[in-house]
């Protein structure tokens, strides 16, 4: 059941996340606008896209090896995570946004159709005593502080 699907939002440019080789873990991101991050500063890439999965599962954000050693880029949040209940929620419709940092010394320009990250989904477990019983309702920090 795990697929991606572009958001309403989407534009002529967003692509939906695909995997280089029949062997990688990770499926790439891609960026569907143009943007500029300079150094020592973050910026927020909405991919238009989401992501739909068992309850089980989460999508694990990572930054693209190319990015972090080429281009001196890092995930400003270290990994993202995105939930199964992320999908479809009220406040966004479960549009997957990565959060770059640019630790470099120039500008960093990210083009449409540019790879800017890599997600992999996992299987997560819970504890026999779970007691969770909350419904998300938004998006990013919206399970509380």
């Given at each position: 059941?795990?697929?991606?699907?572009?958001?309403s939002?989407?534009?002529?440019?967003?692509?939906l996340?695909?995997?280089?080789?029949?062997?990688?873990?990770?499926?790439?991101?891609?960026?569907?606008?143009?943007?500029?991050?300079g150094?020592?500063?973050?910026?927020?890439?909405?991919?238009?896209?989401?992501?739909?999965?068992?309850?089980?599962?989460?999508?694990?954000?990572?930054?693209?090896?190319?990015?972090?050693?080429?281009?001196?880029?890092?995930?400003?949040n270290?990994?993202?995570?995105i939930?199964?209940?992320?999908?479809?929620?009220?406040?966004?419709?479960?549009n997957?946004?990565?959060?770059?940092?640019?630790?470099?010394?120039?500008?960093?320009?990210?083009?449409?159709g540019?790879?800017?990250?890599?997600?992999?989904?996992?299987?997560?477990?819970?504890?026999?005593?779970?007691?969770?019983?909350?419904?998300?309702?938004?998006?990013?920090?919206?399970?509380?502080?």
């Amino acid at each position: 059941m795990r697929r991606f699907e572009k958001c309403s939002c989407a534009n002529e440019n967003t692509k939906l996340p695909v995997r280089s080789t029949n062997h990688s873990a990770g499926y790439d991101f891609y960026s569907p606008v143009p943007v500029a991050i300079g150094p020592g500063n973050s910026g927020m890439i909405k991919t238009n896209v989401k992501a739909k999965m068992e309850p089980d599962d989460v999508l694990m954000i990572f930054p693209r090896s190319s990015m972090g050693i080429k281009k001196h880029v890092m995930l400003s949040n270290s990994v993202g995570i995105i939930d199964s209940d992320f999908y479809n929620n009220a406040e966004n419709e479960g549009n997957i946004v990565i959060a770059l940092h640019n630790y470099g010394d120039r500008i960093l320009e990210i083009n449409p159709g540019d790879k800017i990250a890599q997600g992999i989904f996992v299987k997560f477990g819970v504890t026999d005593d779970d007691k969770a019983n909350g419904t998300r309702t938004g998006g990013i920090g919206s399970t509380g502080k």
